[in-house]
């Protein structure tokens, strides 16, 4: 199948952190670039191919439509919790605007995403700690609801350096923990949980939440390296706007570079991140009398994670 590709209120600290980020994301790396939608069915980049010239166009322009749609007949052959097949999907509308092919200024560019699933996936009757179908775990686990996961604006004041603000989606395809072969929401490379992305940076990083940040270009492109920083609403949801709670206790602080290498003389990537909540978690070290009794389940205050990541192709033409 083709896809048609693509603050609490009177707390002061999340407010400087955002005001002082503006002041110091990119667009998804090749998302700027002009794409060609014709072509007759079997070899257009599309299913719905450039609408009668129209779709050209408005890339030409600066505005960018995807229409992404994902369907999964899954179940569980043996074992786990019950073997019954589900029929599910998700389905995502991307609005890209580039400012400067619009004809208004350089550098601009304005991210929007709708996203919503449908059915029920078997992620809960498989018996497994991690989601065998990713595309049922967002926008929302266990919910077909349809929302508004990113509209954000992103601003370059350089070849090398940009700043971001506004709702995120934290993965993209280009975007968050990237890996050339497993990466994603689950509908172009792996379905599970645990190959589209490291399960520990989903403990302090939520998959669409409001927040700020920048953006390092060392090169100028950001298929050779790309630094990013952002500061993030640690308990935002994709159904919520976030700015309700938006909170100073309540902020994940998220660090990541990846590079291009060349081993063997044949292309690969290497990446590092770091992440930091500030938010209270259940502590571990603790009893299970704790939670056999019913008693006050501790908290600890702050958590932190380091993932990484590698990508290498070891053959070539």
Known sequence: MKRDGLIEQGR???????????????????????????????????????WGGARNYLAGKGVTVGLDLTQVGQGVVSGGKSSHWQYDGRGDLNLLIDT??????????????????FGNGVNEKTGALMAVNNSQIIPVTG????????????????????IFFGKLATITASSGDMNEFAHGKGDTQFMNM??????????????????????????????????????????????????????????????????????????????LGLTYSNREFTSLDQSLRIFLENRDIQKEKGTWAVHYNFDQYYHGN
């Open 100 to 117: 400067g092919k619009l004809g208004l200024w350089p550098g601009g560019f304005l991210t929007t995403e709708l996203e919503g699933n």
């Open 12 to 50: 002061i600290l999340p407010i400087l952190v955002v005001v002082l980020s503006l002041l110091l994301f990119p667009a998804p790396a090749g998302a700027t670039g002009e794409q060609n939608y014709s072509g007759d069915l079997l070899a257009r980049s599309t299913l719905t191919g450039d």
């Open 143 to 162: 919910k077909d609801d349809i929302c508004l996961v990113s509209l954000n604006f992103t601003q370059f004041v350089s070849h090398y350096f940009g």
């Open 194 to 271: 645990a190959f589209n992305f490291n399960p520990v940076v989903a403990m302090t990083v939520p998959y669409s939440t409001v927040g700020a940040g920048f953006v390092v270009l060392p090169t100028k492109d950001p298929n050779e390296a790309i630094v990013t920083f952002s500061v993030l609403n640690s308990v935002g949801t994709a159904n919520s706007n976030g700015l309700d709670t938006l909170n100073g206790n309540k902020l994940t602080f998220s660090g990541e570079g990846r590079m291009r290498t060349g081993f063997f003389g044949l292309t690969g990537h290497q990446l």
